[in-house]
């Protein structure tokens, strides 16, 4: 699958976790973390051909400190403008090793090698690269698309089970907003990890057709990918982070964001219930934890910086696989959903 961007066209390759590692250039940089350089040991010799870099796993590796540590290597080892930067690992590798190919020597070349569900689904495919700093999430990152993205779903057997039900989150909501008949393969039979592979292409592909329709994020058509998120950002940030994982607050704001999208008119009942009902099915919490107060998360999300001064926004669906983006929703109308729909 090619997906174009302003700078050249990538190519997504579907391959077993052998061959993807196989495809590792002899003297490119790899970082990955942890848990990943364990996961990957029945082909260690594919990668040690290569220089390695593991991180500790975790968000907080999204940092400053640590986007200094794998720029200091690269330059430490030789890297040359035209050696290859792997990012071998979930989202945060990703974004933290996207983000050191973008800046290092003004860009060098990045191929990516997702190793979860969510990476593999979302955040390597479109470009978006970065890191956190201590006032908020992404708020450091560039717009770098790879050079290449190499897809096995092979690497989701060693992955827990909390992660990939953590990924399931954003293929339900591909189908939410883009494709009816995913949510239907959905129902009938919920994400494990056997045969995804079908499904992880689908998502890719529905993804891929909306970055390049609006790759820099500037009509709005790429915001429509952040249904579930404008709820569920919020509600990762009044927990501080912990607690639950990205792919569970999201489920739980795409539950909030199907009732407000019923509230505005936007849709039928049950749509919004199908929303919660696959959800709930599929194992990801659908209500919100008891400790965060509806007046924090309506704080929250007057904050986010999607919301300007425009009042809130919202990507709403307004059908079975349909949605549009939505500005300027009174806050009356999130406040009264809010505490409806997890009354
Ligand atoms: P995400 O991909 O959800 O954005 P992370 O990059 O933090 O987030 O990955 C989630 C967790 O899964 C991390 O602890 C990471 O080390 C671990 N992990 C990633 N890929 C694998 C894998 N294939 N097998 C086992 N654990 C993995
Ligand atoms: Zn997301």
Redesign the pocket.
Known sequence: MTVRSSTGSYEIVFDTPDSALREIPQGAYVIT????WA?VEPWRDRIERANCLVLP???QSKSIETYERCVRWLAEHRASRRSPVVAL?????GDLAGFAAATYMRGVPLLQIP??L??QVD?SVGGKVGIDLPDGKNLVGAFYPPTKVLVASG??A???RR?LI??AAEVWKYGFIMDNALVEALEAEPIESADVEPIIRRCIELKARVVEEDEHETTGLRAILNFGHTVGHAIEKVQGYVGL??GEAIAIGMVAEAWLSRRLGLCEESVAERVAGGLAKQGLPTAKPERVTIDALVEAMRRDKKADREGLAFSLLTGPGACKLVQNVPERDVIEVLSRCWA
């Open positions: 973390d942890e848990n990943v996961a796993p975790g968000e690992g979930g989202g945060v590798i190793t979860t969510l990476a955040s690497f989701l060693t992955l827990p992660e953590n990924g994982k990205h």
